[in-house]
């Protein structure tokens, strides 16, 4: 069981708007302004795609942003693309001993 | 642009200790940054193995410290991973990686792939 809950599945279609959330505790997501987001497609390493809370590395389209309140962070994809359809994961700094932990991933569908 | 290219056995008997090689290009290890390890088991989410940054100080996952050394050698721009006494829970695709901060990954290698089994 991931220390962090995401939901299992999203979809949407080509040119909508969706939403992951990623929920934790006061002890990590609420916590910290650590979080991160990372993009899989299948047989590919993850690639970040949002970290500190809502910061985009170079390159990542903005179509893509993060956003936190209270305990839970949300990955935001708006004009969805057929190349969006990927496993999503979220991952947080948490202040335990465990320092680094991750949700267990949610599956995009582009219908 | 650093490139990261993960290697070693992909076959690892139970009991026996996993040895990564994480070989850097692009960038020289000694100049900073964090450099990391990720796991992914089969058909699963992923797991935060470790890192270190480059002058050695190192952070782990207490659930594998006691079996996890992450080292780098600047003189051959490499990060490595030896995790020991490995069973079957130990088989995934292993990612290297780094950042300016050991709680996410920047830029990650394409992964390694550890079969444990006699």
């Known amino acids: 069981q991931s220390a962090l809950t995401q939901p299992a599945s999203v979809s949407g279609s080509p040119g909508q708007s969706i939403t992951i959330s990623c929920t934790g505790t006061?002890?990590?997501?609420?916590?910290?302004?650590?979080v991160s987001w990372y993009q899989q497609h299948p047989g590919k390493a993850p690639k970040l795609m949002v970290y500190?809370?809502?910061n985009r590395p170079s390159g990542v389209s903005n179509r893509f942003s993060g956003s936190r309140s209270g305990n839970t962070a949300s990955l935001t994809i708006s004009g969805l693309q057929a190349e969006d359809e990927a496993d999503y994961y979220c991952s947080s700094y948490t202040g335990s001993s465990t320092l680094v932990v991750f949700g267990g991933g949610t599956k995009l569908t582009v219908l | 642009q650093v490139q990261l290219q993960g290697s070693g056995p992909g076959l690892v008997k139970p009991s026996e200790t996993l040895s990564l090689t994480c070989t850097v290009s692009g960038y020289s290890i000694s100049n900073g940054y964090y450099w990391g390890w990720i796991r992914q088991p089969p058909g699963k989410g992923l797991e935060w193995i470790g890192s270190i940054y480059h002058s050695g100080s190192t952070y782990y996952n207490p659930s594998l410290k006691s079996r996890v050394i992450i080292s780098v050698d600047t003189s051959k721009n490499q990060s490595s991973l030896k995790l020991s006494s490995v069973t079957a829970a130990d088989t995934a695709v292993y990612y290297c990686g780094v950042s300016p901060y050991y709680y996410y990954m920047d830029v990650w290698g394409k992964g390694a792939t550890v079969t444990v089994s006699s």
């Open positions: 006061s002890s990590d997501v609420g916590g910290y302004n650590y």
């Open positions: 500190d809370v809502s």
